[in-house]
């Protein structure tokens, strides 16, 4: 049987408390979770003991279905950003390698044979390389700290 | 439409400006300058950027600012500055020192691929105190040439302007030379002791006794038919001239570091705290949002005039005998 999250329910000051499991849920999945719902309640996240506490007023007045709808919503979205953090970690560099070749190739070069536009992913030397235009001046190079002698 | 919380308040993401301070490294090192040299060394990869502008974007936002550092050395800069012309982005800032420009072809580049907002720090109106705060010679003709560049493509950049304790006195003549290059709008910032600049409190002196410069400022940006804000002093220093003190809020914008993210209003170098003084102040909550907090460290707060509604102020005024 499994324990419902709801913890209170109070129709006439529209709040709702739930009750989670910490070990079930990084922190980071409940804060995205609670995020989802900031346009319609005031929510605040505390903790007691082994488990989240997550207090839920409602913006407007909310009756009992409603209320419990809300809590459905609450626990669909833990398991819908659990998963997505699950797949952000495991795929990072892929998604950024990816993502960043994608829309690189459609924002167009900004010099010949520049086939990714421009936009590299991380790159350090290329980013904080100055050689992409012709600076007979050296204006754009980087000032440097000087070393401390030893 | 998405919203997003600005400290205390929701915004429309269509209204908010996204700040991108995507690294600290800068081709000067001007002597005011609060970056340290960690501070330096941290920026943000095209892809991280690319990922924040891009949810911005799906929430509506179409706003952007790249600042840094400086952001014309940044290779990546044009190619982000297309990405988000191209993606719906309709107002495209760069906040630059303005010597890349004074390449001409750089200043083409940069209006091609979309900036269609100048910003650009201006340190004063010779070249010797030019170089004597950039560190950099030839940095008033590099500049004076940028400017010209991005005027004669259709863009009229907004100059930012130092106050600071080599500047206060000059800062009506910066103004009326800045102006017949054809700068029509001119925001004062006050030199900042956080950071790097901590060590040099030199650079900061009392808003009193600066006092008659900016005002100075105020009055010649009227005489030469330009703009001339303050946006850093509370209107309470300023008296006689609130209508020349801006409102930081205004902007809406949102700074996204390579360390965090936060409203503009929120940053440690923005005028935030109130001091005792300030409570029962009619502005207080309002249009002012209080004093520096290193200015406050500084100095205290001898200098705020805080207004008062006007019954109470004869009450005290009665009390007192003043």
């Known amino acids: 049987m499994t324990q419902s999250l709801i913890e209170t329910l109070d129709t006439k000051t529209s709040t709702l408390t739930l009750s989670l499991d910490s070990s079930l849920y990084p922190r980071d999945v409940l804060y995205a979770a609670a995020y989802v719902f900031l346009d319609r309640a005031y929510v605040l996240l505390d903790r007691v003991e082994t488990r989240f506490v997550v207090h839920i007023r409602g913006k407007q007045l909310l009756d009992e279905p409603t209320l419990r709808a809300m809590t459905g919503e609450f626990e669909n979205e833990l398991l819908a950003q659990a998963l997505r953090l699950r797949v952000i970690k495991a795929n990072q560099r892929i998604i950024e390698s990816v993502t960043t070749l994608a829309i690189a190739g459609a924002a167009g070069g900004m010099h010949e044979g520049d086939a990714a536009g421009g936009l590299h992913d991380g790159d350090d030397e290329y980013d904080d390389s100055t050689d992409f235009l012709d600076d007979p001046l050296g204006i754009s190079k980087p000032w440097q700290p000087k070393k401390e002698e030893a | ?322």
């Open chain 2, 1 to 322: 439409m998405a919203t997003i919380k600005l400290r205390d308040a929701w915004f429309d993401y269509a209204d908010v400006m996204i700040d991108v301070q995507f690294g600290y490294a800068c081709n000067v090192q001007c002597d005011y300058c609060s970056i340290t040299d960690e501070m330096r060394l941290e920026k943000m990869s095209t892809a991280t950027v690319l990922a924040q502008l891009k949810e911005a974007r799906d929430r509506g936002a179409v706003k952007v600012s790249f600042g840094g550092g400086e952001p014309t050395i940044r290779r990546g800069l044009l190619p982000l500055v297309r990405w988000c012309r191209d993606r719906g982005y309709r107002s495209i800032k760069v906040a630059s020192n303005g010597m890349m420009y004074s390449y001409r072809s750089y200043a083409e580049q940069a209006v091609d691929a979309g900036v269609n907002d100048f910003h650009v720090s201006l340190m004063a109106h010779t070249p010797e105190l030019y170089e004597k705060i950039m560190r950099k010679a030839d940095a008033f003709e590099l500049v004076t040439e940028g400017v010209r560049n991005v005027i004669a493509l259709g863009h009229t950049p907004i100059a930012d302007l130092i106050i600071k304790s080599d500047t206060w006195m000059h800062l009506a003549d910066i103004v009326e030379h800045w102006a017949g290059q054809g700068i029509e709008t001119f925001n004062l910032w006050l030199v900042s002791l956080s950071d790097r600049n901590k060590d040099n409190p030199a650079s900061l002196l009392r808003v009193s006794e600066m006092r008659d410069g900016i005002c100075a400022a105020f009055e010649r940006g009227k005489a030469v038919g330009v703009t001339v804000l303050s946006r850093h002093i509370p209107r309470c220093m300023l008296l006689g001239y609130e209508d020349h003190v801006a409102d930081l809020r205004d902007d809406k914008v949102l700074v996204v570091t390579p360390r965090t993210s936060f409203a503009l209003w929120e940053s440690r170098i923005s005028p935030n705290t109130y001091s005792d003084k300030c409570t029962g102040c009619r502005h207080q909550h309002g249009v002012c949002l209080g004093v520096r907090l290193d200015y406050l460290e500084r100095y205290g707060d001898d200098e705020l005039r805080p207004q008062y509604p006007i019954e109470e102020a004869v009450a005290v005024s009665a009390s007192t005998g003043l």
